[in-house]
């Protein structure tokens, strides 16, 4: 699409939604602080021993498979209590990248341990997490709850499941475990679908790539792109308790129609205790599966007004995040798109979606930018979520710069990327993101994947003037659900300020953000109630939980009458 294209795109948006409502009402929010007042991101790369430099397999871009990018993702596999750094690159691939300028033919996935102190040493080979694919996607979960969390990467043509065996070695166990994957693999989601207590897998395939057929192209394209290939369809892996997993595709409904799946998020959308899936696709309609209950998925994202943009456009989705932008107890959906991002608010009790892109001031930030990874969380602490968003050139090597948008708390965003650190004046060609507290001090950083470039560690400082914000971060222990407690959803209340945080840590393009849900509270140094809804049915009270630190909390076994058991497919 054209700059002018877009410009009308947006101009015709401003007038359809000039007087639409502006969806649920909300109550004041926090005041538009000073840059002083607000945390910055520093470049920490160099300083943290992170030396990661990024492949797509040749010097410059010849294929949509290049132009992919990887992903990266936040875990803490030796149990110390700091979370540690996976990190994807694609390589050199004989017959696939373009011979005639080579490049990344040795390079492979890392692994950066935490140390504690700031820095990170390279692990990958000792713990055998190097790969020899060209890598995508990851997703981590603990899918045998044995205490260790375990790994699965989406390559072109397989896909790589690494179990922790707890001693800070990796096994790939991807064939006995039978979650093998011979697509084009990208976003991946581990996730309790039937609630069974174990975690199951989805897998989003995208389109049917032959790097020898050479198709025709528009040279401004550079490369023939997703519309010259054939859809693919997604997978869905059902966890047999056993070590095993059994193809559920099919049965369960998710592999047909095919699609063309970039990112893949998994949130409760309708609030009724069961997880759903969105599939971003690219250059066709989005699907959004309604978990049935009974171990089947319903696509039903044209009713809930997801599949396309606000004006019936077909989008070109990189990462869906759900996540309560608004403070009202259900999760909307943020999808960062090569045109336009979207913004749907869930209308909750209306069933269905409205399109705020326009309202919220968030169409005018991004219809410069072509956008893939994105987190949200609460990077001021204020109380109200806030949306990073990646950028970079498609079809070129073109760097951008990234944005931070601040939650006003009235249904608005604001760009607060050049109050918040020099970083957002760098240009880069970024991919995959992922966001964590890597130093537990309460704010979140990040670590930016470049295609073909090194990657970049952010560290959050804390704000220069003012008081800080308190926050309270929980780690959780499933007994009865799957160990790592996705699919938990949790309410927080500090004086007039409630929020939820639903724990489903897979979202975004191609990445896996901090597994311990996070909470701003503003100027509030407790949390009045926290209530956690475990996904095995159990509900747990605390009362007046200090602020300012990270609780582990347990499920208690047996404290509320459970749901009937797994129901499989």
Known sequence: MNRNLKTLVLLAAFLLFACAAAGVPQKPGPPSPSAAKLPAYEDVTGKAGIHFQH???????????????????????????????????????EGVTNHSKPDGVGATNHLYRNNGDGTFTDVTAQAGVGGTGFALGV??????????????????????????????TFTDVTVKAGVQNKHFGVGAAFLDYDRDGRLDLFVGNYLKFDPAARKPY????????????????????????????TDVSERAGIADPPGRAMGVAVGDFDNDGWPDIYVANDLMESYLYRNNHDGTFTNV????????????????????????????????????????????????????????????????????????????????????????????????????????????????????????????????????????????????????VVLGGRGILLHAKAPAAGPRNHWLTLKLVGTRSNRDGFGARIEAVAGD???IVENAPQSGYLSQHDPRPHFGLGQHGEVDRLTIRWPSGTVQTLEHVKADRILTVTEPPGANPAPPGGVHP
């Open 139 to 168: 997703t981590a979960g603990d899918y045998d709850n044995d205490g260790y969390e375990d790994i699965y990467v989406t390559n072109w043509n397989s896909a790589i499941l690494y179990h922790n065996n707890g001693d800070g």
């Open 55 to 93: 492949s797509f397999g040749e010097h410059t871009l010849s294929s949509v498979l290049e132009a992919t990018g990887s992903g990266c993702v936040w875990l803490d596999y030796n149990n110390d209590g700091l979370l540690d750094l996976y990190v994807l690159s694609g390589r050199h691939l």
């Open 497 to 499: 300020l409630r929020q």
């Open 218 to 245: 528009y040279s401004a394209d550079a490369f023939a792109g997703p519309l010259d290939y054939e859809a693919e369809s997604n997978r869905l892996f059902h966890n047999n308790g056993d070590g095993t997993f």
């Open 301 to 448: 994202a044209p009713e809930q007004n997801v599949a396309f943009g606000a004006n019936g456009e077909t989008p070109s989705a990189m990462g869906p995040i759900f996540a309560d932008l608004h403070n009202h107890g259900w999760l909307d959906l943020f999808v960062t798109d090569v045109h336009y991002h979207r913004l749907y608010q869930n209308a909750g009790e209306k069933r269905y979606f409205e399109d705020t892109t326009v309202q919220a001031s968030i169409a005018r930030v991004s219809g410069q930018y072509v956008a893939w990874g994105d987190g949200i969380f609460d990077f001021d602490n204020d109380g109200w979520k806030d949306i990073f968003v990646v950028n970079g050139g498609l079809h070129w090597l073109v760097p951008m710069e990234d944005s931070l948008l601040r939650n006003n708390g009235d249904g608005s965003f604001s760009d607060v990327s050049m109050q918040a650190g020099s970083y957002f004046r760098s240009r880069k060609v970024g991919r995959g993101a992922c966001f964590a507290d890597y130093d537990n001090d309460g704010l979140t950083d990040a670590f930016i």
